[in-house]
C-alpha cells in the first residue's frame, strides 16, 4: 500500500459538492487527509459525508455559501474544533450558476451590478474570507499551504463572463500577495489555472458529445485529450503535499497547454506558400 501524501493535514474545501470540487473531497481524503468542505447542496453534502465516513475517511460537510463571510468563517471555526488544526486551504466555490452559455453573466455593457457583484462576492470574497479566518490557524500549525482554484480564462480572456474572469484575475493578484505577505510563518499560497475540464455533470457531457462544439476547443489543447477533475486535483495534492513544500507565490497552468501558445495560423507554413 502507496504512503498517504496528505497524512496529518487538515484540509477546508470550499464549493466541494460537485465537479471538480467533490473530486478534491474525495482525493484529498484518499490521500490521507481530515476535511471538512462547503457547499449549498445539503442533500449532495450529506451523501459525500456519509460515503467517505462509511469508508473510514474523516469528512464533514459544512452547509453554506462562499458568499457569506459568516458561513465562511464557520467552516474554518469547524475544521479546527473537529479536526484540532487547519493546515490546508482550497478555495474552490465559484459563482457557476450565473456564468456560461445563457447566463446572466454576459458582456461588460449588458451584465447587471448585481449579478456583477454576487460573482465577485462568492468567487473573490469568499478566497478573501476564507484565507483571513484561516491564516492565524495555519500560522498556530506552524506553516501550511493556501491553494486558490483559477481559470485561464483569468491570463487569456474568453467571449463574455467579465464577472468570472475579473474574479479569477484579482485571485491571482490576491494568491501572490498572501504569498509576499505570510512565506515567513511558513504558509504557501499558489493558485491552480484550470483550463478546459471535463467535469462529468450532465451539461458538460452533453457539450463533449458535440464534436461541432468541441473541434475548436480540441485544436486549443496541446495534448491529445481533455482535462479531467483527477487532473486538478492531482495538482492540489502535490501543491497541498510536503513534495510542494518550497513552492510558492506559482500560478500553475493545469491545462494542456492552452495558455503556451498564441491561436494563430502557423507562419512557418505561411511563409513556405509564399516560396
Not at 476535511?35 to 469508508?55: C, P
Not at 486558490?148 to 479569477?168: E, H, W
Request: proline letters at 3%.
Amino acid at each position: 500500500m502507496s504512503t498517504q501524501r496528505l497524512s496529518g493535514k487538515v484540509a477546508l474545501i470550499t464549493g466541494g459538492t460537485r465537479g471538480i470540487g467533490r473530486e478534491f473531497v474525495e482525493r484529498f481524503a484518499r490521500e490521507g487527509a481530515s476535511v471538512v468542505f462547503t457547499g449549498r447542496s445539503v442533500d449532495a453534502g450529506k451523501e459525500i459525508e456519509e460515503e467517505a465516513k462509511a469508508r473510514g475517511e474523516n469528512v464533514t460537510f459544512a452547509a453554506g455559501s462562499a458568499a457569506s463571510e459568516d458561513d465562511v468563517r464557520a467552516a474554518v471555526d469547524l475544521a479546527v474544533s473537529t479536526y484540532g488544526s487547519l493546515t490546508t486551504v482550497v478555495n474552490n466555490a465559484a459563482a457557476t450558476h450565473l456564468t456560461g452559455p445563457g447566463r446572466p453573466d454576459t458582456k461588460v455593457a449588458d451584465v447587471s451590478t448585481e449579478v456583477f457583484d454576487e460573482i465577485v462576492r462568492i468567487g473573490l470574497y469568499g478566497t478573501f474570507w476564507a484565507a483571513k479566518y484561516a491564516i492565524p490557524h495555519l500560522i498556530a500549525a506552524g506553516g501550511g499551504a493556501i491553494i486558490n482554484i483559477s481559470a485561464a480564462s483569468s491570463v487569456l480572456s474568453i467571449t463574455g463572463r467579465p464577472s468570472y474572469q475579473s474574479s479569477k484575475g484579482a485571485i491571482n493578484s490576491l494568491t501572490r500577495q498572501i504569498a509576499v505577505d505570510y512565506g515567513q510563518y511558513g504558509i504557501r499560497s499558489n493558485a491552480i489555472i484550470v483550463g478546459f475540464t471535463n467535469t462529468g455533470g450532465v451539461e458538460m457531457t452533453k457539450m463533449v458529445a458535440n464534436e461541432a462544439l468541441m473541434a475548436p476547443v480540441r485544436k486549443t489543447i496541446m495534448l491529445p485529450r481533455l482535462g479531467l477533475s483527477s487532473d486538478i486535483a492531482s495538482g492540489a495534492v502535490f501543491l497541498a503535499s510536503d513534495e510542494g513544500s518550497f513552492i510558492t507565490g506559482v500560478l500553475l497552468p493545469i491545462d494542456g497547454g492552452l495558455t503556451c501558445h498564441l491561436e494563430m495560423p502557423d507562419t512557418a507554413s505561411a511563409a513556405a506558400l509564399g516560396d
